[in-house]
């Protein structure tokens, strides 16, 4: 197996309850750095808060952010791709979610020039600023901001609801007019449809690296990296990840707290 390019995933993946990359798998990505395979990182996070883990893994590659709304150099600072939601979709969207009975059970977040705005300071938000490291632009009602093209639409909720909400979407959105999905149990995200991890992936390694699908590992944890794992030579899953999405993959490595992605590199890419 000629592997070239390496793509990770962070929440989940590289990054586990600690929100930083152990030395294990630092020292795994390394070593096959070192053996002349590139390494990227896909994430759903917003751009500037995937930077430390590009710096952490040393990356010299694009970032792709926002589930792949977003793809962008931080070495040369050339932003490839940006695919905003349609300021149509995203205002029928913030209609939807602002019936009165969800206002204590959602959080919304909105994702515009890499920048955060939410309707208020939430203990769900205050935890998710914690982990990204991004400060929230307080604006009340998201509706009012949407002159400027939103890169994506986060809702914060409860499982049960998360699901009920994405199935709800699935039925009024095909997949050639929004893509939705989730990249955990409570975070439900809605980008552009040419925006996945699946099509970025394919772009930075067939357009910018002139690599074939069968020359790219992938490695990720939920459904926001189901279409990576399905484009890409071999995919893994982590053990964390959802039975579904395992199940989409070539192999399940441990838990990101048992370093997983250290075990899945050195199975397939350092022997």
């Known amino acids: 197996m000629n592997i070239r390019l390496l793509m990770l995933d962070i929440d989940g993946t590289i990054a586990g309850e600690?929100?930083?990359?152990?030395?294990p798998v630092k020292q795994a990505i390394s070593k096959v750095q070192a053996?002349?395979?590139?390494v990227a990182i896909a994430t759903g996070r917003m751009y500037h808060s995937a930077l430390?883990?590009?710096?952490?893994?040393?990356?010299?590659?694009p970032i792709i952010a926002y589930n792949g709304a977003w793809v962008q150099c931080p070495i040369t600072g050339a932003r490839y791709k940006h695919f905003p939601v349609s300021t149509a979709v995203a205002l029928q969207l913030l209609e939807y979610f602002e019936r009165p009975q969800w206002n204590q059970e959602i959080e919304l977040h909105c994702y515009i020039e890499d920048c955060l705005y939410v309707r208020k300071v939430t203990p769900r938000t205050r935890a998710y600023q914690q982990r990204s490291g991004v400060e929230p632009l307080v604006v009340g009602d998201l509706r009012d901001i949407l002159d400027s093209p939103t890169t994506?639409?986060?809702a914060i909720g409860q499982p049960q609801?998360?699901?009920?909400?994405?199935?709800d979407?699935?039925?009024?959105?095909?997949?050639?007019q929004l893509y939705l999905t989730q990249s955990t149990e409570i975070y439900f995200e809605a980008t552009h449809p040419q925006a996945s991890k699946g099509y970025a992936t394919r772009f930075v390694a067939e357009k910018l690296l002139g690599?074939?699908?069968s020359q790219i590992m992938a490695i990720g944890d939920n459904f926001n990296d189901a279409e990576m794992l399905e484009y890409v030579g071999l995919g893994v899953a982590m053990g964390n990840a959802p039975i579904e999405v395992q199940k989409m993959a070539k192999w399940v490595a441990p838990t990101v707290e048992q370093n997983g992605v250290a075990i899945a590199i050195k199975k397939f890419l350092l022997n």
């Open 18 to 23: 600690s929100n930083e990359v152990t030395e």
């Open 211 to 213: 690599f074939e699908a």
């Open 35 to 38: 053996n002349g395979v590139q």
């Open 152 to 154: 994506k639409i986060l």
């Open 169 to 176: 979407l699935q039925k009024v959105y095909s997949r050639d």
């Open 161 to 167: 609801l998360i699901n009920t909400i994405l199935r």
């Open 52 to 61: 430390r883990f590009h710096q952490a893994i040393g990356s010299k590659l």
